[in-house]
């Protein structure tokens, strides 16, 4: 009996050998099959079975790595080599292994048969070559024994920001930034490793290409690093007043290359993220003021007032009861005597505050340079609405910066670095004491409303949001800086000697204007009053 020859090659390739074998023994398929037993062998050990490959993965002095990652190139195996550095895994000869381990360079490795595979993996030296800009220049990071960290303009980009402080808060370990409040003009206090003194304070010294600077009035897309000395090898550079640290801000240098035009834009919505929820219904608050009240006085009184903007007194109150949100009752009366009596259910803080803010931010640079010169001129601007519905906190900067370097012969570089900054910020004042939060907290109940019948201010809203609706009090400031510094490099001897030297000018100024006009109220139909009156700039 013949047997078919693919369905001989199919029991083959199956291992049903012994039908195989049958069918053969009267044909003439016995030398094939001979053959065919031998690749059979040889696929099952190489093509259909695994194999245990083992080796020891050494650094470049010969000591052992553990933890090294072996996988195979474009699979899922894996194996981690142990103390000995001693690792197995199951593969096929023609594979790639991949060793990895950090601080190492990776490595790829063909099997090319079962030995033990041996692998020398080499130290990473991308780290240890890099630049960090310390106190008496730059170093590589191999050479430095100071404590330093060093964030790089990535820390800033593609997130517009007023201040530079506010980028750098949680980007680098152990420096605490500690601000006053959230106003975009406010300077921090910078802290390295904790307070530095107890009782005195002290802030870190901060240096802006090598001179004492705000980086309030700084463009933060103009910086290239920022360092911060923690250790007291500051002090031995910068004497006392590096005692509580250095941070080192460097602004960008021109790039060789083609001249080079830049520009970034941002729009920028804001909102504010925690506001108190505040009890708007009249009638509510009124019952919980009058509880507080009389228990600190063991219930033996009434109140006669709501702080100094409105009077209690118990039908008024009575009547509060059926004037809830929602009643759809007129908000004021009026009295027999003309004065004004107020059920209203007031959010003020709904009336203080916008549901957002807007800004825009546009940078542009250009920029270009060879061995022999290079330029680098950048300007921002960056303005910023107030959260404030009325009257509001609006804020603004310009910057501008030039920079350049010129190789007038091959021992002397010469440059100059020129900034200009103006910062522009109004922020309103109520003039009864200044504060319009106590002013909320006092003197805008609920109950009370913006505006009387007669298109007057209240006296609870002149006492807070109505004073900045009012729109005639605040706070004017202007800063302003103009800095030049000119400095050269001179080496001589192949380099092995150096000469620096620079001047800086600097010229900083500040404007501050305050405005206070009193502010109409009225209690009372046709009568007018006045908070404020012992202040007018008008």
């Known amino acids: 009996m013949d047997l078919p020859k693919s369905l001989f090659l199919f029991l083959v390739a199956s291992g049903i050998q012994t039908q195989a074998m049958a069918f053969a023994e009267t044909t003439d398929w016995r030398l094939k099959l001979a053959a065919s037993e031998k690749i059979t062998g040889r696929l099952n050990s190489t093509a259909f079975q695994q194999n245990t490959i083992r080796g020891k993965v050494v650094d470049g002095n010969g000591n052992a790595l553990s933890g090294v990652s072996v996988t195979l190139k474009g699979k899922n195996t894996a194996a981690v080599t142990n103390d000995d550095g001693v690792f197995e895994i199951q593969a096929q000869v023609g594979e790639t292994l991949v060793f990895s381990s950090v601080g190492h360079v990776s490595k790829e490795i063909t099997i090319n048969s079962l030995s033990p595979v041996n692998v020398v993996l080499a130290i990473a030296n991308e780290q240890l070559s ?22 790089g303009s990535e820390v800033f980009e593609n997130r517009p920001m007023p201040n530079v402080t506010q980028g750098l808060q949680g980007a680098i370990p152990n420096l605490n930034i500690n601000l006053a409040d959230g106003k975009p003009t406010r300077s921090a206090s910078y802290e390295i490793r904790g307070m530095g003194s107890i009782g005195q304070g002290g802030s870190a010294l901060i240096l802006i290409d090598g001179v004492e600077g705000d980086p309030a009035m700084l463009n933060p897309d103009d910086i290239e690093s920022v360092s911060v000395l923690k250790d007291a090898a500051s002090a031995a550079i910068y004497g006392a007043r590096g005692s509580f640290g250095v941070v080192l801000i460097t602004t960008k240098d021109p790039k060789k290359g083609k001249t080079s035009v830049n520009y970034t834009g941002n729009l920028i919505s804001k909102s504010a993220t925690v506001l108190p929820d505040m009890v708007t219904d009249g009638y509510l608050y009124t019952k919980m003021f009058l509880e507080a009240y009389s228990s600190y006085y063991d219930y ?21 009861a059926n004037r809830r949100p929602g009643s759809g009752k007129p908000e004021v009366e009026v009295d027999a005597n003309g004065n004004y009596l107020y059920y209203a259910n007031t959010d003020w803080y709904n009336i203080l505050f916008k549901n ?19 330029f680098i001129i950048s300007g921002r601007y960056y303005t910023q609405d107030g959260l404030y519905r009325y009257n509001s906190d609006d804020y603004s900067m310009y910057n501008l910066r030039a920079k350049g370097f010129a190789k007038i012969f091959d021992w002397l570089v010469v440059d100059n670095n020129t900034e200009l900054s103006q910062m522009n910020y109004f922020y309103p004042h109520r003039v009864g004491d200044g504060s319009v939060w106590y002013g909320l907290e006092g003197d805008s109940n609920p109950m009370i409303p913006m505006f009387n019948p007669d298109g007057t201010l209240t006296m609870g809203a002149a006492f807070s949001a109505g004073d900045l609706w009012y729109g005639k009090n605040g706070i004017t400031t202007k800063k302003r800086l103009l800095r030049n510094t000119t400095s050269f490099t001179s080496s001589f001897f192949n380099d092995v000697f150096r000469v620096k030297g620079d001047l800086t000018f600097r010229n900083a100024d500040g404007l501050e204007q305050v405005r206070r006009v009193p502010v109409p109220y009225s209690n009372k139909v046709g009568q007018i009053s006045y908070i404020g009156t012992e202040t007018n700039d008008l």
Do not use: C, I
């Open 356 to 374: 957002q803010a807007w800004g825009n931010e546009h940078n542009l640079s250009v920029q270009g340079a060879t061995d022999k010169n290079g």
């Open 300 to 320: 033996s009184r009434l109140p006669t007032a709501f702080h100094r903007s409105y009077t209690f007194k118990q039908d008024w109150y009575d009547e509060m």
């Open 130 to 151: 890099e630049v960090v800009v310390v106190g008496y220049g730059k170093q590589k990071k191999a050479n430095l024994t100071g404590a330093v960290d060093q964030v």
